[in-house]
């Protein structure tokens, strides 16, 4: 049986109350509930304890990231929550430092990974439309794709060892929502990426 771990990384604010991020954690929790998974979940308007959450992180086979992208990167509480929760996980439960040790100057950076097997997914909620990425026409994400944009959080899981799957996105959530279709397109996308895999 899968056991799947999902931190929602919503910030509430009063132009954005969190609705569409919670109700994604909602389908999630419903198609793999529905599929005899387990599942543990974290939000970050909730108190949490460090250990608990490197447990979670540990039981775990697919960690899911859900969160809204504030000023083209995750809100401030997850960035707390995971310089934490990450930091305190350097002891060996999520990897076991930076991987390099002081005797054998083979190993390389970001090899001591102690999460290898496990998989992560980035689900992301938008205000820029999806015809800002991967275009060179665009001026402002000049070309460059929401995996390029969320390097930073890939290394992170990266650095754990773990695997990635493809990230879901939804766009234009603000200013020209098409929120049923966004719903349609992930739960076919959590069918082919976690259900189905």
Request: aromatic fraction near 14%; glycine fraction near 8%; charge should be negative.
């Amino acid at each position: 049986m899968k056991k799947i771990f999902i931190i929602n990384g919503h910030e509430e604010y009063e132009f954005s109350k969190g609705e569409l991020n919670k109700s994604l954690v909602e389908r999630l929790t419903y198609l793999v509930l529905g599929e005899g998974f387990e599942i543990k979940t974290t939000t970050m308007k909730d108190k949490y304890n460090i250990d608990e959450e490197i447990e979670k992180h540990q039981w775990a086979d697919v960690i899911v990231l859900q969160m809204p992208v504030n000023w083209m990167a995750t809100p401030w509480s997850l960035k707390k929550y995971q310089d934490y929760v990450y930091s305190f996980g350097m002891d060996g439960r999520l990897c076991a430092g930076d991987g390099r040790t002081r005797q054998d100057t083979t190993k390389q950076y970001g090899s001591g990974g102690t999460l290898n097997g496990k998989k992560y997914m980035l689900s992301l909620t938008f205000n820029a439309p999806k015809e800002a990425f991967e275009n060179r026409d665009q001026v402002f994400f000049e070309g460059k794709s929401v995996d390029d944009l969320f390097l930073p959080t890939h290394l992170n899981f990266k650095f754990f060892g773990m695997d990635k799957l493809p990230t879901f996105a939804a766009y234009d959530v603000m200013k020209n929502p098409d929120i049923e279709n966004d719903f349609v397109k992930f739960e076919e996308h959590i069918k082919a990426n976690i259900l189905n895999n």
